[in-house]
T-cell receptor
């Protein structure tokens, strides 16, 4: 158990709909990352938040948005869903260990499997 | 752009034997980190081992070790005394030091362990 929780585990919806995926990071972790895993694109970074602020964007569609709340949980909102959005969405969290040579090791949640019909 | 290449889509190993998974990466950065993640059938992403690029010593975690060749930009994973529970998809990943440590992943190697 990584300590990162994601809800729901599975989500089945229809094209054109909007869904919200939720992530609670490990206790004390300030950074939250969202990744998408699909058969054709593999594992791709979507977006990162650090202590409530957006820090970096990757291959995130304009139909997707995210936010991190004061309690540090994060939500990923997917709208106008298309068949191609079906994927496993992971949240990961990390904590900076401090110092100029520190590294953020990311711990992943169990993922939310989204199926768009 | 940084890329991570895993040239072996599938590998197999006999239980108790040793197997090595290959990974190469491309970067112009000097401060970076390399990781191996394991994804079993449950789909959970599990950190196996990590290596900081500035460290010359290869990382080791129990039966898992890496061969980090910085000049060749190579980062292979060796699994010793393979166990049935090691069967999974293995992803090599890379991140750049600084304020953003986003991971760039390879396409993965599916490891089968034969009893």
């Amino acid at each position: 158990d990584s300590g990162v929780t994601q809800t729901p585990k599975h989500l089945i919806t229809a094209t054109g709909q909007r869904v919200t995926l939720r992530c609670s990071p490990r206790s004390g972790d300030l950074s939250v990352y969202w990744y998408q895993q699909s058969l054709d694109q593999g594992l791709q970074f979507l977006i990162q938040y650090y202590n409530g602020e957006e820090r970096a964007k990757g291959n995130i569609l304009e139909r997707f948005s995210a936010q991190q709340f004061p309690d540090l949980h994060s939500e990923l909102n997917l709208s106008s869903l298309e068949l191609g959005d079906s994927a496993l969405y992971f949240c990961a969290s990390s904590v900076r260990r401090g110092g100029p040579t520190s590294t953020d090791t990311q711990y992943f949640g169990p993922g939310t499997r989204l199926t768009v019909l | 752009a940084q890329t991570v290449t895993q040239s072996q889509p599938e590998m197999s190993v006999q239980e108790a034997e040793t197997v090595t998974l290959s990974c190469t990466y491309d970067t112009s950065e000097s401060d970076y980190y390399l990781f191996w993640y394991k994804q079993p059938p449950s789909r959970q992403m599990i950190l196996v081992i990590r290596q900081e690029a500035y460290k010359q010593q290869n990382a080791t975690e129990n039966r898992f070790s890496v061969n980090f060749q910085k000049a060749a930009k190579s980062f292979s994973l060796k699994i010793s005394d393979s166990q049935l529970g090691d069967a999974a998809m293995y992803f090599c990943a890379y991140s750049v030091g600084g304020s953003n440590y986003k991971l760039t992943f390879g396409k993965g190697t599916l490891l089968t362990v034969n009893p």
